[in-house]
């Protein structure tokens, strides 16, 4: 009986959206975020890119869209730092 709850939640989830869509932003022509949106088209883990260097600026979580945990980086895409909200 519990492999049958587990099996339909299993397919619950599935069914309801909850997979991750990966996606590329851009702005102005140039790649600013690449990761994973959540089922309301937030962003949820991914990089984010300087749109005037393409340098990457952020790699990690992300909590309401907003940056949450994960590595800064500096205005060359070096010297990485770990971020936390």
Request: net charge positive.
């Amino acid at each position: 009986m519990r492999i049958v709850i587990a099996i339909a939640m299993v397919v619950m989830i599935l069914l309801t959206g909850c997979q991750q869509k990966e996606v590329k932003q851009y702005q102005n022509g140039k790649l600013i975020f690449e990761g994973t949106l959540d089922q309301n088209g937030q962003r949820e883990k991914g990089k984010l890119y300087d749109s005037k260097t393409g340098k990457v600026e952020f790699d990690g979580l992300f909590r309401n869209g907003l940056m949450y945990k994960g590595t800064l980086y500096d205005k060359n895409g070096k010297n990485p730092r770990p971020y936390e909200e």
